[in-house]
């Protein structure tokens, strides 16, 4: 380069390839932040965009009652899944699909060509629409196993069960409580896809095949949940009444022998309940217990050493309290009586006599400590915010602790009450109620066992063994005669509660209820019937709860190979003689046609209404043929 | 008068020759791994795009070898006539009965089966050629600023005008910068260069705005994450490709991305493929291969015994190494999409055969060389 720029324009070559190495070099600096650098998040990304999952279901674990028999399982059904990617003619695809499964062409054509990784075409069919699907080889068209739930007994404790929704997953009662134990862990299937969804040839394929759940193993007993339901069900039909329960516990243990309610819902057709329905009321909602809670008002009274069972009280027929008059239920009241009778006569003003002597910290002590006002810590879902309603010490008052004496002004869930008299039952050390005695894997070995809780000593064991007494004696001889088992001894009480209404005050609708245990000398079964709102001639809880009682627990007992050891008194006696049947606590008709099977009169000789309060000569004596058995009536005591 | 003198051959400058053989080589490995999925998708044969690149790889080596041979002088008597027939060329493919259109833009003319040309292609170095022989015929007179700058640019302006008409924008861009190199190169001043500036960017700016397609890709370089399944979806694939790469790759044949994630996989996007199975380290390899063909490229016209042998050699590596560059700045996602292909990798007929006919040329003029 001959000419005066020749210098110049060397220079300019040179500078020219600086400049292009300058962008080379930042390009370099530039992959290496991209590749190097950012080499983990780019690459994530790009895996996520790839990666296809499709879950297996694991398969949910079996609920087995104490017995190990099952009530429910899980059967797994095969669901049929599309990949809209891997199908190659929609059209015929669609047409053979929607022939074998009976769905119309339109909507499944529509789901095969939907912009999603996989679609589901039909949840849970039935084996041999699979295979004849699976016969059909259609690429694209793949398989997953649903669990699905069955019940081998039938709807039984469905309440207590609870339901399961379309994912395996609990969603009520104890599925939802032991939802971690019954699931399982969910299978995965992943590969890496294409952007139009095919698999990638040599791509990563991963598969963690579902573990399946592990079994739960309750404390209830079918055969006495079957019993339980049966009689709460005659009871509820019976009384004409919006509904009812019957919960039955070990009061040594906790366990749950039996919680049946009616209506009770099926468990198959649950989608079809509102949530209302499928409610477990008698663990959750609250209710003012009327006069069974004067078990705890009685054990308190006596614990507490505030009055000894021996003292008396005279009932004039009402006390005053405030200035207030609590009446009796029976007009003139029930005059002289000692402890056990104005236990058996279910007397209010003697009750609210009794709580006023012990003074508002004393009752409340022994309220708390029975566990008013507090969970009961059973394992159901709920239980935490189901404490009942216990009024506030400060602003209780006089009249308010009186009436307490006599369950009303007290809200507490029916398992609350059934606890407080299993604690009775069990020498006074309260037991924490349960319904799952243990988790086991599929060959019924024990993962996890959930031994019995003792909570606290509420009353000492003389105390319990006192009171004890006393209900014995109301089931032998007061309100509570209905609930008599021949060959056992059966200590309870009777309840009739007023229910508050819309307004706030007392309507006339009434709980029913009867809750005690037998045998009496050794508790082996606690139990409390609840009937709301009943609709006949009489809301008394001693005609309406207690036969419900006395039918369920008698039937338990003898399933539970309990051996008789009270002698059972005999029909018969000498020619011409017969023994008196028990009348009391019978409606009027009823208890004449029994004394007529028996061969003897009856004559109302006292009294106006239509229970049989009391019978002369008394139940069991033996007598001539003929005898008329004078009676007195009176109208729902309590 | 040295340029009177006829210099000794001194043989072709072989690590030209070595770097453009290596590069054309990882192309061919390359567009077959990357094009296979596509290929095998769409046409039942995965070595669909191979074979035809493996043709064309071997029509290049033979112009390569070709022009190695020509004395590059030829080119400068014919300068008017390349020229004239580039631009009629240019002017051809404009016209619909002529001119196949793909991908929105007018750019090929099919000669019958997969044989087609890219005018722009030939108009690259038609360019190159007109405007060494320009200005090694006015000589000093570059540093005024009618011949130095004006007229040079005017006769670029035609086919460049034409090309934005198909449109293709980026081979323009391309263009216009290489001739604006090798102005400065011939010794036009810097202040005369520096007023093509606001123009030129003025020019772009409204290109951009009134296309609204450029507009939206231009958006898209800015932030991809924008609109990532459409226009934000070529620069955010290519990003995934490359970041997967890491610094070895996931091996030859091993890219997840080129399984329809990734459009364009064999052609402007073949390097973020490369990327992800070679890695950062399979990158910078390319990169150092075209740095070295930079570096002997501009030491033969360094060397070259003529003005003209000089720009042309200066401009035809200039012209390679830019559209590499370019290309690299679009899958790293640093300057906007351009669509253009990367010299001697990306599959492509034209562009390939006319790549190594340059080379040939640059090889021409380094056997020129003297010291």
Not at chain 1, 172 to 196: F, H, I, T
Not at chain 1, 202 to 227: A, C, F, S
Not at chain 1, 614 to 635: E, F, I, K, R, Y
Not at chain 2, 32 to 54: I, N
Request: glycine share 10%.
């Amino acid at each position: 380069m001959p000419d005066h720029t020749a210098v110049v324009v060397r220079k300019r070559i040179v500078f020219v390839l600086f400049a292009l190495s300058l962008v080379m070099f930042a390009l370099v600096c530039r992959l290496f932040y991209l590749q190097v650098i950012r080499n983990e998040w780019l690459r994530q990304m790009a895996l996520d965009q790839r990666y296809a999952t499709l879950y297996e279901d694991s398969r949910r674990g079996p609920i087995y009652d104490v017995r190990f028999r099952k009530l429910a399982v899980s059967m797994s059904a095969e669901s049929i899944v599309a990949i809209p990617a891997q199908i190659s003619d929609a059209r015929d695809t669609a047409a053979k699909l929607s022939e074998v499964l009976d769905m119309d062409y339109q909507s499944v054509y529509a789901k095969l060509t939907q912009p999603l990784a996989s679609v589901y075409i039909k949840r849970r069919v039935d084996q041999e629409t699979a295979q004849a699907v699976k016969e059909l080889r259609l690429p694209g068209i793949v398989f997953t196993e649903k669990g699905e739930r069955f019940y081998p007994s039938g709807s039984i404790a469905s309440h207590v069960l609870g339901i399961v929704g379309t994912d395996n997953q609990g969603l009520e009662g104890l599925e939802l409580e032991y939802d971690e134990y019954l699931s399982g862990k969910r299978g995965r299937r992943r590969s890496e896809v294409d952007a139009r969804g095919r698999d990638i040839p040599l791509g990563e394929k991963e598969y963690i095949p579902p573990e399946d759940g592990y079994g739960i193993v309750l404390t209830i007993d079918e055969r006495i949940q079957m019993i339980a339901e049966r009689e709460i069900e005659r009871a509820v039909v019976e009384a004409n009444a919006a509904r009812g329960t019957i919960i039955m516990m070990n009061p040594k243990t906790g366990g749950i022998l039996a919680l049946a309610t009616y209506p009770s819902f099926d468990l198959t057709d649950w989608r079809n309940t509102t949530a209302e329905q499928r409610r477990m009321w008698p663990l959750l909602d609250a209710y003012e217990p009327g006069s069974t809670f004067k078990i705890v008002t009685a054990a308190a009274v006596l614990d507490s050493g505030t009055r000894s069972v021996y003292s008396t009280f005279d009932d004039i027929g009402y006390v005053l309290v405030d200035g207030h008059r609590l009446r009796c239920w029976r007009a003139g009241g029930h005059g002289h009586q000692t402890f056990v009778e104005t236990m058996e006569n279910s007397c209010n003003p003697a009750f609210a006599t009794y709580a006023r002597e012990m003074g508002v910290d004393v009752f409340y002590r022994y309220i708390r400590a029975f566990g008013f006002g507090l969970p009961t810590g059973i394992d159901f879902p709920g239980d935490s915010t189901a404490k009942g309603m216990l009024q506030s010490e400060k602003t209780v008052g006089a009249v308010g602790i009186a009436t307490i004496g006599f369950g009303q002004g007290i809200a507490v869930t029916p398992l609350q009450l059934l606890q407080a008299i299993a604690t009775v039952a069990n020498g006074g050390t309260m037991m924490k109620p349960r319904l799952v005695e243990a988790v086991v894997d599929e060959r019924l070995q024990i993962v996890e066992k959930f031994p019995p809780v003792s909570v606290r000593q509420v009353i000492s064991p003389s105390t319990a063994q006192i009171l004890n007494e006393v209900l014995v004696s109301v089931v032998e001889n007061g309100s509570g005669t209905r609930a008599q088992i021949p060959g056992y001894l059966v200590a309870g009480k009777t309840g009739t509660a007023q229910k508050v209404d819309h307004r706030g005050g007392y309507g006339d609708k009434r709980v029913a209820s009867f809750g005690g245990y037998a045998p009496a000398d050794d508790p082996v079964v606690a139990a409390l019937v609840i009937i709301d709102e009943p609709n006949t001639y009489t809301t008394y809880g001693g005609v309406l709860a207690a036969p419900a009682f006395q039918a369920a627990v008698s039937d338990a007992l003898r399933l539970l190979g309990v051996p008789p050891n009270r002698p059972v008194a005999e029909t018969v006696a000498k020619p011409n003689q017969v023994y008196v049947p028990d009348v009391r606590n019978y409606p009027v008709v009823e208890a004449a046609e029994k004394a007529k099977e028996a061969g003897l009169g009856l004559r109302i000789v006292g009294g106006q209404g239509n229970i049989v309060l009391s019978q002369n000569p008394v139940p069991g004596a033996a007598v001539q043929l003929n005898t008329v058995v004078n009676v007195v009536v009176g109208d729902d005591p309590e | 008068m040295r340029r009177l003198v006829q210099t000794r051959d001194k043989g072709p400058d072989l690590l030209i020759f070595a770097s453009a053989l290596a590069l054309l080589t990882i192309g061919l490995v390359m567009v077959f791994s990357a094009s296979s999925p596509m290929a095998f998708h769409e046409f039942g044969d995965s070595t669909y795009f191979v074979k035809r690149q493996l043709f064309w790889a071997l029509l290049g080596t033979v112009a390569m070898i070709a022009t190695m041979n020509i004395d590059y002088h030829l080119y400068r008597r014919f300068a008017v006539a390349v020229y004239a027939v580039a631009v009629g060329l240019l002017g051809l493919v404009l016209i619909p009965a002529v001119g196949t259109v793909a991908g929105g833009a007018r750019r090929w003319i099919v000669l019958g089966g997969f044989v087609r040309i890219q005018p722009s292609e030939v108009a690259k170095v038609a360019i190159i050629i007109v405007l060494a022989a320009y200005m090694s015929s006015i000589g000093p007179r570059m540093q005024r600023f009618l011949t130095g700058v004006v007229i040079p640019i005017a006769l670029v302006a035609v086919p460049l005008a034409l090309i934005v008409a198909e449109p293709d924008l980026g081979t323009a861009v391309a263009i216009l910068a290489v001739c604006v190199i090798m102005l400065f190169l011939g010794g036009a001043r810097l202040t005369h260069l520096l007023l093509l500036v606001p123009p030129a960017v003025a020019g772009l700016v409204l290109l951009i705005v009134t296309e609204e397609y450029r507009f939206r890709r231009y958006m898209a370089f800015i932030d991809p994450w924008q609109d990532p399944l459409d226009t934000g979806w070529h620069v955010i694939q290519s990003l995934l490709a490359l970041g997967s790469g890491g610094l070895f790759g996931l091996g030859l044949g091993m890219s997840r991305q080129k399984y329809h994630y990734l459009p364009e996989t064999h052609t402007d996007f073949i390097y973020s493929i490369l990327g992800e199975e070679l890695g950062f380290v399979g990158c910078a390899a390319v990169i150092a291969l075209f740095f070295v063909f930079a570096w002997r490229g501009m030491r033969a016209a360094l060397r070259a015994p003529d003005r003209f042998g000089g720009l042309l050699c200066a401009g035809l590596t200039c012209m390679i190494v830019f559209q590499a560059l370019m290309n690299i700045g679009v899958v790293t996602s640093s300057i906007p999409i351009t669509g253009i292909s990367l010299p001697f990798i990306s599959a492509g007929g034209s562009s390939l055969t006319v790549a190594m006919a340059s080379v040939g040329v640059i090889l021409n003029v380094s056997r020129r060389a003297i010291e």
